[in-house]
């Protein structure tokens, strides 16, 4: 089981943009697998608010692999637009972000 469960999202972090429970765990694992980078595999446990931010991530990534990074489309002529500005990673990366920094702050010794 991953640091956020179904439960949290949906009765605490009162989570509306995803209403079933496997897609919730795919897009979860995914949010943990990329933080878990951003802190250098240190205890995600260890983020204050860490549940708060896999959830937006977790929705990001949903919102985004539905629409695969079109942001408009035109029928007559067919022509498709991808949003390459902020790609999924990318806005992934500006959820955790401020979450993370205070605590990479607090994590890296500068050692003289």
């Known amino acids: 089981m991953g640091i956020v469960d ?9 989570g509306n943009v995803i209403n079933e429970e496997d897609t919730f765990i795919r897009h979860a694992k995914n949010a943990e697998r990329l933080l878990q980078a951003l802190v250098l595999n240190n205890n995600l446990s260890d983020v204050p608010n860490i549940k708060d931010c896999i959830c937006e991530m977790l929705e990001a990534s949903f919102l985004y692999s539905n629409s695969h990074g079109i942001v408009s489309e035109s029928i007559g002529g067919h022509s498709i637009t991808y949003d390459e500005k902020h790609n999924q990673n990318k806005r992934m990366y500006d959820i955790a972000y401020p979450y993370i920094m205070d605590y990479m702050n607090r994590s890296i010794k500068i050692v003289h």
Request: charged share 20%.
């Open 6 to 14: 179904y439960n949290f999202y949906k009765n605490t972090f009162k």
